[in-house]
């Protein structure tokens, strides 16, 4: 499976931003998809996930209410709808999917993921 990323840029704070991150590969042993993002000098953290079939999505407590995770079947992609973003917000986003089925939960860790895409850098001024 290849991930590609794209979406990223300057966006000022309080616009929204929409990365995709389209997939290729076989997709009946893909289980989720999620988004990480690592701003400068931080490690890399959670942002969002979503299941592959049913669509159900968690997301990182700080970020409920400002991004929304999607996936398009047909397209095989994923997308993450950032609004409101703030210069906080401002790192380096991967996708990621998983072909190994966990609780909910475990996908909020990076070592659920099997394949990661390059990133897309999203910078937000003040």
């Known amino acids: 499976v290849q991930l590609q990323a794209s979406g990223g840029g300057l966006v000022q704070a309080g616009g929204s931003l929409r990365l995709s991150c389209a997939a290729s590969?076989?997709?009946?042993?893909?289980?989720?998809m999620g988004w990480f993002r690592q701003a400068p000098g931080k490690e890399r953290e959670f942002v969002a996930t979503?299941?592959?079939?049913?669509?159900?999505?968690s997301y990182a407590d700080s970020l409920k209410g400002r991004f929304t995770i999607s996936r398009d079947i047909a397209k095989n992609t994923v997308y993450l709808q950032m609004s409101s973003l703030k210069p906080e917000d401002t790192a380096v986003y991967y996708c990621?999917?998983?072909?190994?089925?966990?609780?909910?939960?475990?996908?909020?860790?990076?070592?659920?993921?099997?394949?990661w895409g390059q990133g897309t850098l999203v910078t937000v001024s003040s």
């Open positions: 990621a999917a998983s072909q190994r089925y966990y609780d909910s939960y475990y996908y909020t860790r990076q070592s659920s993921y099997d394949n």
């Open positions: 590969g076989r997709t009946d042993n893909r289980y989720a």
């Open positions: 979503i299941r592959w079939s049913s669509s159900s999505t």
